[in-house]
């Protein structure tokens, strides 16, 4: 299975179509380098080459939650909770607490 990558110019007018089998020389290379060729450019090279590794290094992380203290994975390392459901219980004792403990209007 092969693609076709077909790039247009500002007006829409068809400017190059880049095969799989056309080595990318020089000058192809500096006209895919443009801001508004940059993905496919990318995505030519990622057929070509397969993904970089640094990208799928980790995917997910390993985490308790904060409420339930269940292990969970996540995909952000900052993530505290291991659910939407989690977050609104903690979210709603918090508040819960802090008006219990304030003064009376009296």
């Not at 993904?51 to 969970?72: D, I, L, R, V």
């Not at 909770?81 to 709603?92: D, G």
Request: hydrophobic share 20%.
């Amino acid at each position: 299975m092969t693609y076709e990558c077909k790039i247009y110019d500002a007006k829409g007018r068809l400017k190059k179509i880049v095969n799989h089998k056309e080595a990318l020389t020089k000058l192809t290379k500096n006209f895919l380098s443009q801001k508004s060729t940059k993905k496919s450019s990318k995505f030519i090279e990622n057929f070509k080459h397969g993904k970089q590794q640094k990208y799928w290094s980790q995917k997910f992380y390993t985490k308790t939650c904060e409420f339930c203290e269940k292990e969970f994975y996540c995909r952000h390392p900052k993530a505290k909770y291991c659910s939407h459901e989690c977050q609104k219980r903690k979210y709603y004792l918090r508040n819960k607490s802090k008006r219990e403990t304030a003064p009376g209007r009296g």
